[in-house]
């Protein structure tokens, strides 16, 4: 039985791909809408990708929306590099005749929240950018959300920049937004995003393999983002995105803190989550220049092989 109502935002990529099949899949996972941002790839091209990969995996008429095509203040950046021209790897899915809802992703949002009979939670899988507009245009909706699960930022080395995690990179002043939005908030960053992972022989079967779907989830998993010259540091087989999607029905996977966060917003370090681990007050406190911080769950280490094997079972495709 459906039994956790979500909103998904995305920025379809290879990742997001990989997530919107699993939370389509897993029984539990009631997809109440879908809204789309401009993130790994332009918006349009994000729209198209979302409503293509919704075709492949034979989900209901899910509402899907586009929402904002550039962040609050900085220019769009794609991220081609990683998620290929067309933001699948390549990858050519059938054209769709899936069309998106006539209203924005802030409206569709704000109607879907306030016209459900229960809190709904809200998984942020891109730059934040919708999740801010909605928050500052109509605050009234904070006490329908239940919570904010994002993937993003992390509490140690970054992979847009040394420090900072793309989708609060590409957004740092919404990630800021939505972090001091008073809805409780669970990160799902690179420390656990890092680590889950499909064995490459295992993506490369399905992806030669008769089953349909199949096909398309081990090319997805196949997605070779060469990070370096050097072919060893090329990420493989991430599920990525669909970790946190993981995240919702097995939180019990993660190793989670409470701690205080706050997204930097200049210098090299912007977009860093700066996450503060210690035990004790330092001499910020003690002198009164603490800023403003949140404190929210944050996911610090996770069961990986776990994940990963609740990936393949939900989408039926454990062999
Ligand atoms: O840093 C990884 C995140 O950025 C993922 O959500 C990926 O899809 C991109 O949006
Ligand atoms: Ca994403």
Redesign the pocket.
């Known amino acids: 039985m459906r039994t956790l109502p979500v909103i998904l935002d995305v ?1 379809t ?4 791909a990989l997530a919107l099949l699993f939370a389509v899949k897993h029984p539990a996972i009631d997809i109440r809408a879908i809204t789309c941002v401009a ?2 790839a332009p918006l349009g091209q994000v729209v198209d990708n979302t409503l293509r990969v919704l075709d492949a995996v034979d989900a209901p008429l899910i509402p899907v929306a586009a929402g904002a095509s550039r962040p609050l203040l900085a220019p769009a950046r794609s ?1 081609s590099h ?2 290929g021209e067309n933001g699948l790897g390549g990858i050519e899915l059938p054209a769709t005749r899936r069309k998106p809802e006539g209203v924005g992703a802030v409206e569709l949002m704000r109607r879907t929240l306030m016209g459900s009979d229960e809190r709904i939670t809200l998984v942020a ?3 934040q950018t919708n999740l801010a507009l909605l928050l500052r245009t109509y605050p009234e909706v904070t006490d329908r959300i239940e919570r904010i699960v994002f ?2 930022g992390s509490a140690g080395v970054g ?2 920049t040394a420090v900072a ?3 609060v990179w ?1 957004d740092p002043e919404a990630a800021s937004i939505v972090l001091s939005s008073g809805v409780p908030i669970f990160m799902y960053g ?1 420390d656990v ?1 890092t680590q889950v992972s499909v064995p490459q022989d295992a993506a490369a079967a399905l992806a030669a393999g008769n089953d349909p779907l199949g096909r398309v989830v081990g090319s997805l998993l196949g997605n070779r983002i060469a990070l370096s010259e050097d072919e060893s540091l090329v990420y493989t087989g991430l599920i ?2 669909a970790g946190a999607v993981c995240a919702l029905v097995e939180p019990d996977a993660l190793v989670v803190e409470k701690r205080p966060v706050r997204v930097e917003l200049s210098g090299y370090g912007r977009g860093q989550t700066i996450v503060d681990r210690r035990r004790y007050s330092g001499e910020d406190r003690l002198h009164g220049g603490i800023g403003d911080w949140t404190v929210i769950d944050i996911a610090l280490d996770v069961d990986a092989s776990r994940y990963a094997d609740l990936f393949l079972e939900t989408l039926d495709l454990a062999g």
């Open positions: 920025d990529g290879v990742d997001d993130g790994n991220a990683v998620h899988l891109a730059p993937m993003g992979n847009a995690e793309f989708n590409h690179l995003f990525g995105d």
